[in-house]
């Protein structure tokens, strides 16, 4: 493995008493100074924190405000109608006191109501008036500050809009510029399990670790990613974001794919529970394994369920989880600038993932066949002239449309068809990235 350091020789001659007691100063001094980077991080923490929640106190001051804003507006219908009716009422009285002379007390009681109506509704209608505008005047701003702040993650600068950041409303970024470059997507390299089966027999499924070759494997992948990114980013620095599932096996992937990349290109990395195999019981007897397995086939190997494990149903419940917070926090700017997302995850789960982002059906998943181990599958960019149209983003495009599996992926994984590398919300067989199928959807 890279980075292993060989033995020394047998025959070295024993360290001088001084160079022990020099090497325990040492020792104690890195901890010394390591203990004070930990309370200057612990430090740095707090003021973050602080700095979120006030950041949290404003978007809900933002909130009551524009909440404030819709009352003004409905109590101004309110007052309208009000005077409207009041002016007709009134003027009902002036056309009966021109039939009917009535007295002089009544005649001038009338002219007042007549005068009193229209300066209500006058009223009334300014009221709404300088409530829409400064409706309109905010939102304006919001979208100045919004072009004009720096890529970055766009809950930390005040500027979170849910409507953006929820498949209720489509899920669609209001600034393209925050989507990742690519996604990634790496099934975890060779286990002892995939070399054999008995070892779920004596260790658990999540600590089941790599063999040396698996490794190899990692590290290999990770030099590949590497090419990839830096053809991709020219001179830009590429930088990465790792998801991983917590599985031991996974966590040692994403360990040796890191060892290709310099320190200050991996952006963060975060450990995700839904990103672990299917459950398939707890420590796995063999025969029963077989038994069971015999039984999936006679009930549906999608639908059935392990004892003490999962189905491929629920592994498909809890990805919807996950992809719509990625989605979310794609949207959000957490990914922006020139960087990719790698997902360590297992073959069946990734299957998943993608049939959860392409909309495959049970059928389309049943086709297709796990990827190689330690084999990355790229999720690319739609070419950039999909994402604009005149007056601004196409809205009605979901942000899991801006991607399709590349063509060397579709290579990789088996029984995936051209038709499976993409998708849309557009009504089957109009596809809204082609110009021509665009003129037959409804504007946005």
């Known amino acids: 493995m890279r980075g292993c350091a060989l033995s020394a020789p047998a025959a070295a001659q024993e360290p001088q008493l001084e160079t022990v007691d020099a090497v325990d100063a ?28 006030a950041q949290a106190r404003l978007v809900q001051s933002q909130q009551r405000n524009i909440q404030q804003l819709e009352t003004a507006v409905g109590q101004s219908v309110v007052q309208t109608s009000a005077a409207a009716a009041s002016a007709a009422a009134a003027q009902e009285a002036a056309a009966a006191a021109v039939a009917t002379p009535a007295a002089p007390g009544a005649a001038a009681s009338g002219g007042a109501a007549r005068s009193s109506g229209p ?54 970024p209001k600034d393209f510029r925050v989507l990742p470059k690519r996604i990634f ?21 999540p600590r089941v670790p790599l063999t040396a070759r698996g490794w190899q494997q990692a590290m290999s992948a990770g030099d590949r990613l590497k090419a990839c990114m830096d053809e991709a980013s020219g001179e830009e620095p590429s930088k990465l974001f790792f998801y991983t599932s917590p599985y031991l096996r996974s966590r040692q992937t994403y360990e040796g794919l890191a060892m290709a990349f310099n320190p200050d290109q991996v952006q963060g990395v975060q450990e995700e529970v839904q990103l672990r195999e299917q459950d398939f019981g707890n420590f796995q007897d063999a025969e029963g394994k077989k038994r069971e397995k015999a039984e999936r086939l006679r009930f549906g190997r999608f639908f059935y369920r392990f004892p003490n494990g999962e189905s491929g149903a629920d592994v498909y419940d809890r990805m919807t989880i996950f992809e719509d917070h990625l989605v979310r926090d794609i949207n959000a700017g957490r990914f922006a600038g020139n960087t990719s997302l790698v997902l360590v995850t297992h073959g069946l789960a990734l299957r998943i993932f993608l049939m959860r982002w392409f909309h495959w ?36 495009i979901h942000t899991k449309a801006l991607y399709r599996l590349s063509d ?37």
């Not at 100074?33 to 991080?41: G, N, T």
């Not at 049970?362 to 002239?385: C, H, I, K, T």
């Not at 993409?422 to 109009?430: D, K, L």
């Open 185 to 205: 997507l790496v099934r975890h390299a060779e286990s002892e399990g995939n070399v054999d089966n008995i070892a779920y027999t004596y260790l658990p499924d």
């Open 26 to 53: 040492d020792a104690l001094a890195a901890v010394d100074a390591a203990q004070d980077d930990v309370e200057q991080l612990r430090t740095e923490l707090g003021e973050l924190r602080q700095l979120l929640i």
């Open 119 to 172: 300066a209500i509704l006058g009223g009334g209608a300014g009221a709404r008036s300088q409530v829409l505008e400064s409706v309109m005047e905010e939102e304006a701003r919001a979208n100045l500050l919004l072009q004009q702040a720096p890529l970055g993650d766009r809950r930390l600068l005040g500027l979170f809009d849910a409507r953006y950041h929820s498949t209720a409303w489509g899920a669609s």
């Open 361 to 396: 059906t049970v059928d389309q998943f049943m086709s297709v066949f796990n990827p190689p181990n330690a084999e990355p599958l790229m999720l690319e960019r739609v070419p950039d002239g999909y994402e604009a149209r005149q007056g601004g983003p196409v809205a009605w």
């Open 408 to 444: 060397g992926s579709r290579e990789i994984i088996k029984g995936c068809t051209e038709e499976m590398c993409q998708t849309s919300w557009a009504p089957r067989g109009i596809n809204p990235l082609d110009p021509a199928d665009r003129l037959l959807l409804p504007d946005p």
